[in-house]
């Protein structure tokens, strides 16, 4: 593995000097550091950068301020992409995305969600299904469309060729063919949980994430099986955007 992702919810619990200490650490292995762990200030984020880290992933979700509002209580679409040109500026890669489905979303709303993408620039952008999950406000709302989150990978495939484009985890938990159909309609990138299955129980965002038990090896030798069913060549480098390289 080349690529070591940190992924956490809108928390603060980890002071930033324990993030810029864990960062500094895993490089030391000589891998990149993907961090996505939320909104922060842009002396936070430099910090981060000068200890190692390499990338971050902060999707939009959506570019409608209207939905965006409804959707994150306290929060605003102003900041959110604060932040994502901070990280632009401040060298990272640039991870974003949306999902497909919510409730409420239009068809000019995902339009617009392709522009950003286009505008910001970025490295790297997941797209996926929206997905109900139990206990939480949308809990009762109809998940969206593994099609339509196909056909927004194939228009970003071809708006931004060389940028990555992961096949996501929610592809895969809405259709059991969901890492092959996103290979085939423009995503270049998998990216498998690795965490042990007792510690995966505690990571289910949303019904079906991360709900197979297999081996980190099985997992791994699986996922290299479909890229070559695929006519794919499986990396053996970073991962890296391909116009930086």
Do not use: W
Not at 45 to 64: H, M, P, Q, S, V
Not at 151 to 161: E, F, H, S, V
Not at 173 to 202: H, R
Request: glycine residues 10%; proline residues 5%; neutral net charge.
């Amino acid at each position: 593995l080349k690529t070591i992702v940190l992924q956490s919810g809108e928390d603060k619990f980890y002071p930033i000097e324990v993030l810029c200490s864990v960062a500094e650490e895993i490089k030391k292995l000589d891998v990149a550091v993907t961090l996505s762990i939320g909104e922060l200030t842009t002396k936070e984020y430099t910090n981060l950068k000068i200890t190692g880290a390499d990338r971050f992933l902060l999707r939009i979700e959506t570019t409608d301020p209207e939905l965006y509002k409804r959707l994150h209580p306290g929060m605003s679409i102003e900041n959110r992409k604060r932040c994502l040109y901070d990280l632009k500026d401040l060298g990272y890669e640039v991870g974003t995305g949306c999902l497909v489905g919510l409730p409420g979303q239009t068809p000019l709303m995902l339009a617009k969600d392709l522009k950003f993408f286009k505008e910001l620039d970025a490295d790297m952008i997941g797209i996926g299904p929206f997905i109900s999950c139990p206990g939480t406000p949308l809990e009762d709302e109809t998940g969206g469309s593994v099609q339509l989150a196909l056909k927004m990978i194939a228009l970003t495939r071809l708006m931004l060729p060389d940028i990555n484009i992961p096949a996501t985890t929610a592809l895969a938990a809405k259709d059991g063919e969901g890492y092959k159909k996103g290979l085939e309609y423009g995503a270049n990138v998998i990216m498998p949980n690795m965490g042990k299955n007792e510690y995966k129980e505690l990571y289910k965002i949303y019904p079906g994430k991360g709900s197979v038990e297999m081996s980190i090896r099985t997992r791994l030798d699986t996922i290299k099986k479909l890229i070559i069913s695929e006519g794919r060549v499986v990396g053996k480098g970073r991962g890296d955007h391909i116009k930086n390289h």
